[in-house]
Protein backbone atom coordinates (compact mmCIF):
# COMPACT_ATOMS: atom_id res chain seq x y z
CA UNK A 1 0.00 0.00 0.00
CA UNK A 2 1.35 3.35 -1.05
CA UNK A 3 -0.05 6.68 -0.57
CA UNK A 4 -0.53 9.52 -3.16
CA UNK A 5 -1.23 13.02 -2.07
CA UNK A 6 -2.39 11.65 1.22
CA UNK A 7 -4.70 8.69 -0.18
CA UNK A 8 -3.63 4.97 0.28
CA UNK A 9 -3.63 3.16 -2.79
CA UNK A 10 -3.32 -0.50 -3.95
CA UNK A 11 -0.80 -0.50 -6.37
CA UNK A 12 1.79 -2.40 -7.87
CA UNK A 13 3.91 -0.57 -11.08
CA UNK A 14 5.89 2.74 -11.84
CA UNK A 15 5.03 6.22 -11.56
CA UNK A 16 4.12 6.44 -14.59
CA UNK A 17 1.96 3.98 -14.71
CA UNK A 18 -0.34 5.02 -11.83
CA UNK A 19 0.19 8.70 -13.15
CA UNK A 20 -1.62 7.18 -16.78
CA UNK A 21 -4.23 5.39 -14.21
CA UNK A 22 -5.20 7.88 -12.10
CA UNK A 23 -5.68 10.57 -15.25
CA UNK A 24 -2.76 12.82 -14.66
CA UNK A 25 -2.04 15.46 -17.66
CA UNK A 26 1.98 14.25 -17.37
CA UNK A 27 2.99 17.50 -18.93
CA UNK A 28 1.73 19.97 -16.28
CA UNK A 29 2.26 17.73 -12.98
CA UNK A 30 5.69 17.48 -10.69
CA UNK A 31 5.91 14.38 -8.76
CA UNK A 32 7.90 13.79 -5.18
CA UNK A 33 8.86 10.47 -3.91
CA UNK A 34 9.49 10.76 -0.23
CA UNK A 35 10.02 14.26 -0.11
CA UNK A 36 12.28 14.35 -3.59
CA UNK A 37 11.67 15.10 -6.49
CA UNK A 38 11.65 12.36 -9.51
CA UNK A 39 12.69 13.64 -12.88
CA UNK A 40 10.24 12.46 -15.62
CA UNK A 41 13.13 10.24 -17.08
CA UNK A 42 13.03 7.99 -14.36
CA UNK A 43 8.73 8.19 -14.14
CA UNK A 44 8.68 4.70 -15.95
CA UNK A 45 11.46 2.85 -14.17
CA UNK A 46 10.97 4.16 -10.76
CA UNK A 47 8.48 1.05 -9.24
CA UNK A 48 6.16 2.27 -5.93
CA UNK A 49 7.20 0.24 -2.94
CA UNK A 50 5.06 -0.44 -0.01
CA UNK A 51 4.67 3.11 2.58
CA UNK A 52 5.90 4.71 -0.54
CA UNK A 53 4.71 8.35 -0.27
CA UNK A 54 4.11 10.39 -3.49
CA UNK A 55 2.75 13.33 -4.14
CA UNK A 56 1.75 14.69 -7.40
CA UNK A 57 1.88 18.65 -7.93
CA UNK A 58 -0.21 20.21 -10.68
CA UNK A 59 0.36 23.45 -12.31
CA UNK A 60 -2.82 25.21 -12.79
CA UNK A 61 -2.67 28.68 -14.93
CA UNK A 62 -4.41 31.92 -14.00
CA UNK A 63 -4.06 35.44 -14.39
Partial sequence: ??????????FNGTILELLEKEGY???KVVVLLNG????KDFW???FLKQDD???VVT???GG
Fill in 1 to 10: MAFINDEKVD
Fill in 44 to 46: NEV
Fill in 53 to 55: YLE
Fill in 25 to 27: DKD
Fill in 36 to 39: EIVK
Fill in 59 to 61: FVG
